[in-house]
């Protein structure tokens, strides 16, 4: 149990209620090339394939199936060209959500990138869009970049030159996207216990943070390429196309890509991770702060011999996962 980290908050197989590093193992489990052939047969019939789980009968799966797959995001009309002064006008208009006072705790990002360099292989953030919770833009803006732009990949980006003749540097953008995420929070307060700074959710956020030229704290961020569960077997990453398709039942990126799209297909797969129902496992008092200061693993707060009085349900039961459930963001929020 020390070393598997096996706990509530890891993926299980509905049926024999076997443990799973990933999502991703459970359905190899359940529809792989092998399965195990007595819950592949029980989930055939009775499982959701977006969210593994199996159901009493059909009927209910059939309801449950409705609400599981979800329609493409629709892209709301956003100004093509945005200036400095209406960008400004953009985060501030009472048409969106305050930037700074009733902004939603959670935030979804994703850039576009053109291409710099010599061969047009540097990454250069040339579009931004911020989201909140119900899927509302809270900003959006093309940037220039701060080198001369080589590819426009307009195949992918949609992005011309024309786009960027009057967009505001990045260094203006990125000033923005701060002021939004930290939310009025002193980033070295936000950086240490996290305060008024927002959640910020996003695919490959390390990248899109790199271009921006951009830090925020690790413990505001939430990754669906780095978040354990959606991860291949391995621990490599799928891609943001791969997990709308398979968590949330619809394309994306089928043409252009819109950093809209991408925002919501990230957001709601954020939400599908956070909504799922996981036992709290609380310590005694007078063991908090020891496990708080020296410890990542719940076991370390006992001796030898009291670990093997206990029984397996009760191991598992304090045992910890070495990643963050997101399910803990619903039970204790960043901003509470």
């Given at each position: 149990?020390?070393?598997?980290?096996?706990?509530?908050?890891?993926?299980?197989?509905?049926?024999?209620?076997?443990?799973?590093?990933?999502?991703?193992?459970?359905?190899?489990?359940?529809?792989?090339?092998?399965?195990?052939?007595?819950?592949?047969?029980?989930?055939?019939?009775?499982?959701?394939?977006?969210?593994?789980?199996?159901?009493?009968?059909?009927?209910?799966?059939?309801?449950?199936?409705?609400?599981?797959?979800?329609?493409?995001?629709?892209?709301?009309?956003?100004?093509?060209?945005?200036?400095?002064?209406?960008?400004?006008?953009?985060?501030?208009?009472?048409?969106?959500?305050?930037?700074?006072?009733?902004?939603?705790?959670?935030?979804?990002?994703?850039?576009?990138?053109?291409?710099?360099?010599?061969?047009?292989?540097?990454?250069?953030?040339?579009?931004?869009?911020?989201?909140?919770?119900?899927?509302?833009?809270?900003?959006?803006?093309?940037?220039?970049?701060?080198?001369?732009?080589?590819?426009?990949?307009?195949?992918?980006?949609?992005?011309?030159?024309?786009?960027?003749?009057?967009?505001?540097?990045?260094?203006?953008?990125?000033?923005?996207?701060?002021?939004?995420?930290?939310?009025?929070?002193?980033?070295?307060?936000?950086?240490?216990?996290?305060?008024?700074?927002?959640?910020?959710?996003?695919?490959?956020?390390?990248?899109?943070?790199?271009?921006?030229?951009?830090?925020?704290?690790?413990?505001?961020?939430?990754?669906?390429?780095?978040?354990?569960?959606?991860?291949?077997?391995?621990?490599?990453?799928?891609?943001?196309?791969?997990?709308?398709?398979?968590?949330?039942?619809?394309?994306?990126?089928?043409?252009?890509?819109?950093?809209?799209?991408?925002?919501?297909?990230?957001?709601?797969?954020?939400?599908?991770?956070?909504?799922?129902?996981?036992?709290?496992?609380?310590?005694?008092?007078?063991?908090?702060?020891?496990?708080d200061a020296n410890s990542s693993n719940s076991f370390d707060f006992l001796t030898k011999r009291e670990l093997m009085n206990l029984s397996p349900d009760a191991l598992l039961e304090?045992?910890?996962?070495?990643?963050?459930?997101?399910?803990?963001?619903?039970?204790?929020?960043?901003?509470?």
């Open positions: 149990m020390r070393v598997s980290y096996h706990s509530f908050h890891q993926p299980k197989c509905d049926v024999c209620k076997k443990h799973c590093i990933s999502f991703e193992s459970v359905r190899e489990h359940l529809k792989g090339p092998l399965p195990k052939e007595s819950c592949a047969k029980t989930f055939s019939s009775l499982g959701c394939d977006l969210c593994l789980k199996v159901f009493d009968d059909t009927d209910v799966l059939s309801a449950h199936e409705s609400s599981c797959r979800l329609d493409p995001a629709i892209i709301p009309e956003i100004p093509a060209m945005l200036s400095l002064e209406t960008c400004d006008m953009e985060v501030s208009s009472s048409t969106v959500a305050d930037a700074n006072e009733q902004g939603p705790e959670v935030v979804a990002l994703d850039c576009e990138m053109v291409g710099g360099g010599s061969d047009g292989t540097l990454d250069l953030c040339a579009r931004v869009c911020l989201i909140g919770e119900n899927e509302n833009v809270i900003f959006h803006s093309y940037c220039k970049p701060l080198i001369p732009v080589t590819n426009y990949r307009y195949e992918i980006t949609g992005i011309t030159e024309e786009n960027l003749i009057n967009a505001p540097p990045l260094k203006q953008v990125r000033s923005r996207i701060e002021e939004i995420l930290y939310n009025g929070e002193t980033p070295w307060r936000a950086r240490i216990l996290g305060g008024r700074g927002r959640i910020l959710v996003g695919h490959d956020l390390e990248h899109d943070l790199w271009c921006l030229d951009m830090y925020y704290p690790s413990h505001l961020i939430r990754d669906t390429a780095q978040y354990r569960p959606l991860m291949r077997t391995n621990l490599i990453p799928h891609s943001l196309k791969y997990l709308t398709k398979t968590y949330l039942g619809y394309e994306i990126q089928t043409g252009i890509h819109h950093p809209y799209e991408d925002c919501v297909a990230a957001l709601r797969i954020y939400k599908k991770m956070r909504s799922l129902s996981h036992p709290n496992f609380s310590l005694p008092n007078h063991r908090k702060d020891f496990l304090m045992s910890l996962p070495n990643y963050k459930c997101w399910c803990l963001d619903a039970k204790n929020p960043m901003n509470s």
